[in-house]
């Protein structure tokens, strides 16, 4: 696995993608594959759909030199919670197929 790709392909998304609810599950999902590239991105769709900050909190807290990056995180998803609508699920399946096809080519680098 190149975990440079992996993640450099994540930031690309993140910068590219508009939604914002799609936006911050892709930072967070950056966040726990920097730990644990191997846990399955509908899986993370599902704490993030349940609002399972603890969850997202022990991976975070796991690495070292991005606390501010993770705090904002943690407050743009608090903040946009109520926002996300029915339409957005669709974008965050089709988000997962698109992570998945990165995390496979990253495989592959």
Not at 4 to 33: A, H, M, P, R, Y
Not at 73 to 79: A, G, K, M, Q
Not at 83 to 102: H, R, S
């Amino acid at each position: 696995m190149n975990k440079d790709v992996l993640i450099s392909g994540l930031d690309e998304i993140i910068t590219k993608e508009t939604n914002l609810g799609v936006q911050i599950f892709v930072k967070l999902l950056k966040q726990v594959w920097q730990i644990d590239y191997t846990v399955a991105a509908y899986d993370v769709v599902g704490h993030y759909l349940a609002f399972d900050i603890p969850y997202f909190y022990r991976f975070m807290s796991m690495d070292v030199g991005d606390e501010a990056e993770e705090q904002q995180i943690l407050i743009d998803w608090v903040s946009s919670r109520h926002a996300l609508k029915g339409e957005d699920k669709p974008a965050l399946i089709g988000m997962i197929e698109q992570v998945n096809q990165l995390r496979s080519n990253a495989r592959k680098a």
